[in-house]
DNA sequence: CCCAAACTTGAACCTTGACTCATGTTTCAG
DNA sequence: CTGAAACATGAGTCAAGGTTCAAGTTTGGG
């Protein structure tokens, strides 16, 4: 997409033609993401991932042109299994803030799971800065398209929509804080007390009402 | 502190005796923040730290043990100079709801000025976890504290004691996201406006009232 | 079966850059 | 003034690890 070359080769290595190909490559990937989640991108070794694939280190360039075309090919697929994860926990909510709330929840019940996950999203940064801001792009944009949907139904407080946009990236950073504090340094909270309490701060703010 | 050595030359590189030291010192550090800042921690080298401040490659190794070493001193630095630029803006906010919006004003405003900070201090979660955590674990307590001192003088929404902490995490991550988004990806909306939209949103809420 | 394409192998190559050190220069206390 | 400590210099050392490649082995369609 935002890449020049496009093609789906690309996004995934190279495209193996025979069943042996396939399982050596999903080999190769779930141990690269072993790799980059312990040791992180730059203490990384190509001969790390392609031992703990079990295959020799030349069968690695088989599959990937370099350790940054395997670090992106990681990073998307990432990206893309946090979205779906959130999306099937949010599917059928009543309304958005409850959808907010069961996201909020999945969210940090995901990264407990996948503890790697923030290691290499977060070091996409700084190894693949287009990669990275795909990814949080991506996720903003559909989330202010439900901020505007759910305004414009009259579901939550109304405001200026140009306040959607704003209003999504705070609330992902709210998320991503979260999550990194709750779901990987410290488990001193369950994931739904800490988004029972972090959604009752969006939905019902912080002034005082009589 | 969380270092064995403790002393305050394990944290700036060794004490400088005469007035040359402490000038060569300053211009190293300096050097430093540009070149990580500008190239990232693992592309940044010390030939290029060492150019920028216009001294021969050795003399780095008289200021520092280690490439690392500076970085954590840089790391340090930076968290401290946020935390006291934040500190100066929110001095005499008269309740905590505009203290909330000045601060997150003033840190939009301050990336702005030195986008090296995100650059710096966000990298040291892969270089130096230890710094990275104690930055955000001090402003988190803080946080905290604050928040739950206008709780107790009846200035914000009453709610469990154990929200504070989480709380804060949430606004934390409110402000580095919306930081990242707005004060370097793209100047779309100016810091007064970001913040205030951010903080409608947590002194307000999004539930409907009639 | 057969053989061309697909895949595997791992030693060797090669760049890069952090760090050392022996030598020289500058500073400043006494 | 002076000499010892502080500071500056930059060529050389060294290890690490990403990438290449030429020689094999396996697979699967015809």
Redo the contacts between chains.
């Keep these: 997409m935002a890449d020049a070359t496009g093609t789906i080769e690309a996004m995934l290595g190279k495209v193996p033609r025979t069943e042996r190909g396939r399982k050596t490559l999903r080999r190769v990937l779930e141990a690269a993401a072993l790799e980059f989640g312990e040791r992180?991108?730059?203490d990384a070794a190509i001969t790390g991932i392609t031992q703990r694939a079990g295959v020799a280190l030349g069968t690695f360039y088989t599959y990937f042109d370099s350790k940054e075309k395997v670090f992106r090919a990681l990073v998307r697929d990432m990206s893309q299994a946090t979205r779906q994860h959130v999306a099937e926990a949010v599917r059928g909510a009543p309304d958005?803030?409850t959808a907010e709330r069961l996201g909020l929840e999945a969210f940090i019940g995901f990264v407990r799971q996948r503890r790697e996950l923030y290691?290499i999203i977060?070091?996409a940064?700084?190894v693949a800065e287009d990669v990275y801001?795909e990814h949080?792009l991506t996720f903003?944009e559909g989330y202010s398209r439900n901020l505007a949907a759910a305004r414009e139904r009259?579901?939550?407080?109304?405001?200026a929509d140009s306040?959607d946009e704003?209003?999504a990236?705070?609330?992902?950073?709210?998320?991503?804080?979260?999550g990194m504090?709750?779901g990987i340094?410290e488990e001193d909270?369950s994931p739904a007390?800490?988004a029972d309490?972090?959604i009752?701060?969006?939905?019902?703010?912080?002034?005082?009402?009589s």
């Design positions: 992180g991108y730059h958005r803030l290691r977060e070091e940064q700084f801001r949080y903003a009259g579901e939550i407080a109304e405001g306040a704003p209003r990236w705070a609330l992902i950073g709210m998320s991503v804080f979260l504090r709750y340094w909270l007390e800490v309490i972090a009752d701060l969006v939905s019902e703010g912080l002034r005082k009402r």
